[in-house]
């Protein structure tokens, strides 16, 4: 079982920056892809980005320009670089693992971004 934990998330603020991680061990040796969720109390889950086992990424219309998706290998993690950040970027962070490795979700990392 390829179970994704996410870390990183914290108060910020407007502006401001925060990279979450998504470490999942055998993320690597099991050919994984990785994507981010967010989620705000009481609105539906939005996908934010994904990355494939080939590297390939790929993001939501709201983050693009702003957000980077990257993986390390070595250390089964994959990272959510956010810049820019605003208010309505906040919300519950979660990552889960693509479907061919079982679709596993984190317990989610919160991150608010507030002045």
């Known amino acids: 079982r390829v179970q994704p934990v996410e870390s990183g998330g914290g108060l910020v603020q407007p502006g401001g920056s925060l990279r979450l991680s998504c470490t999942a061990p055998?993320?690597?040796?099991?050919?994984?892809?990785m994507n981010w969720y967010r989620q705000v109390a009481g609105k539906e889950r939005e996908w934010v980005s994904s990355?494939?086992?080939?590297?390939?990424?790929s993001y939501a219309d709201s983050v693009k320009g702003r957000f980077t998706i990257s993986k390390d290998k070595a250390k089964d993690t994959v990272y959510l670089q956010m810049n820019s950040l605003k208010p309505e970027d906040t919300a519950m962070y979660s990552c889960?693992?693509?479907?061919?490795?079982?679709?596993?979700w984190g317990q989610g990392t919160q991150v608010t971004v507030s002045s």
């Open positions: 889960k693992t693509t479907m061919f490795c079982g679709g596993y």
């Open positions: 055998g993320f690597t040796s099991n050919n994984c892809g």
């Open positions: 990355i494939s086992t080939g590297g390939y990424k």
